[in-house]
């Protein structure tokens, strides 16, 4: 190294240090532990919840006894429900987040059950994670521009989940996460589980083999309904509106277990006509 | 759902105790004053530690924990200096002192580069990171780094008439 630089580094290395340092980090540290224990007491709750959750799933699963006694209790036994696993609320500086986690039981499939709730919180958390992360982030950003923290807004995020459909054939909900910092953006997560196989329903099982080309020309036909009215703005094809629908289109279920199929703000026109939904008929 | 968690948590708890001291002297290289940097390294400490939960990769610990750091010392720069934003009050520094012809000791050099090129230099020279490092520990890329890293020793030069190699 030059000499020059080792002087420099020296003189930086000769700051004195001074004696009540290991006390002042020592304190610091179980400060930071108790506030990170604070913090930790909201993500357990929803653990704890979610594994309350899977306790009753294998309890169903491992013993026949058990799962009969459900089965007898006619409604317990005949209608799958969704219910709230948990709420929480987070609320600080850089972020208030309210979250009410839904999960799902008695649908009769166990398996389906644990992969669904599994789904849905693993999803939730790094919807969460990823919220915070950025959320500190804008902060940071807007700190180091000179910014009064003080002054920060902190982004807001919910989650929250609307059962669409629950018939004995039928079970649909969709789970739903709002930011919301200059404008609020949302992001739906829909699930249809159908009560007599167990499965995920697709599209395809509600309209037959040609459902996409049913799915279109409805959707087409409402979209041109819809323009009539000039408040309603749709992009055509050319300019990025609609152009078929995709192979994992999110739908859901209304109440008469028709299909609703759902477009994201942005996906078929401007912001201002914010998410579409078009309920499909069966083809004749 | 989080296994790291008391792993990360004792690792920091490791690195910060076995660093209080390189902690402590790059607060005080910012603050300039004794108590102020108590301050910025307790503030770090304890925001590093209530937060580690959010840390994904142990592997970023260091980098993370300078990144705070370094923050709490630019806020308590900008909390001292009120509202006279700090390229004001440098130049208003330099200007008053400032001798034409006067070289300048390298170490009182660097207090007059902006604080980005100081944390490059005080982060390389001082703390030994590798560029990479540098580039994690303040958030930008590492091009950002290497372009600061020449202009602040560029400037150096200029201050102190001494010829800088920068071994990357």
């Known amino acids: 190294m030059h000499p ?13 240090t001074p004696e009540e340092l290991s006390l002042a ?101 790094a919807v969460i994670d990823e919220a915070e992360q950025r959320a500190q982030e804008t902060k940071e950003a807007y700190v180091s521009t000179g910014g009064d923290p003080d002054d920060y807004i902190p982004v807001i995020i919910d989650v929250d989940y609307e059962v669409k459909c629950r018939t004995e054939h039928y079970l649909s909900f969709v789970i739903q996460k709002t930011e919301t910092r200059a404008s609020a953006y949302t992001e739906f997560y829909t699930y249809n589980i159908d009560l007599e196989t167990g499965r995920e ?15 279109n020309a409805q959707v087409e036909a409402q979209i041109a309904e819809r323009s009539k009215d000039p408040d309603n703005v749709y992009w055509t094809a050319e300019e990025g ?20 199929v759902v477009f994201e703000k942005y996906e078929l026109g401007p912001g201002s006509m914010g998410s579409q939904e078009f309920v499909i008929q069966p083809a004749q | ?14 690195h910060i105790v076995n660093g209080q001291t390189e902690f402590y002297r790059l607060a005080l290289s910012y603050v300039k004053n004794r108590d102020a940097a108590l301050d910025v390294v307790q503030e770090a400490i304890v925001k590093a530690l209530s937060k580690v939960d959010t840390v994904r990769e142990p592997a970023y610990l260091k980098t993370w924990f300078y990144r705070i750091l370094i923050n709490e010392a630019m806020n308590h720069f900008r909390r001292g200096r009120d509202l006279v934003p700090f390229e004001e009050a440098l130049a208003g520094r330099a200007a008053e002192s400032r001798d034409p012809g006067e070289r300048l000791d390298l170490y009182d050099a660097i207090d007059r580069l902006s604080l980005p090129e100081q944390t490059v230099i005080k982060l390389r020279y001082f703390e030994d990171l590798k560029l990479e490092e540098i580039a994690q520990a303040t958030g930008t890329n590492l091009n950002t780094v290497k372009s600061r890293l020449y202009k602040a020793i560029r400037r150096l030069k200029d201050m102190t008439g001494e010829e800088i190699d920068h071994a990357p």
């Open chain 1, 4 to 16: 020059e630089l080792e002087r420099a580094r020296a003189r930086y290395r000769a700051q004195e």
């Open chain 1, 25 to 125: 980090v020592r304190a610091a540290i179980r400060e930071g532990e108790r506030l990170r224990k604070r913090r930790r007491v909201l993500r357990r709750s929803l653990a704890t919840a979610l594994a309350g959750c899977a306790c009753f799933v294998l309890l169903v699963n491992g013993s026949p006894t058990f799962a009969q006694a459900v089965y007898d209790v006619p409604l317990l036994g005949s209608l799958a429900r969704i219910f709230t696993v948990t709420e929480f609320t987070v609320n600080d500086d850089e972020h208030v987040i309210d979250v009410r986690l839904p999960a799902l039981e008695n649908t009769g499939y166990t398996d389906l059950e644990q992969q669904i709730n599994q789904e849905i919180s693993t999803r939730v958390q």
């Open chain 1, 201 to 215: 329903l697709t599209l395809r099982d509600l309209l037959g083999p040609n459902w996409m080309e049913t799915v």
């Open chain 1, 241 to 260: 509106g609609f152009q078929g629908i995709s192979e994992d289109q999110p739908f859901y279920l209304n109440q008469e277990e028709r299909p609703v």
């Open chain 2, 1 to 14: 759902m989080r296994q790291n968690g008391p792993d990360k948590r004792q690792l920091l708890v490791e």
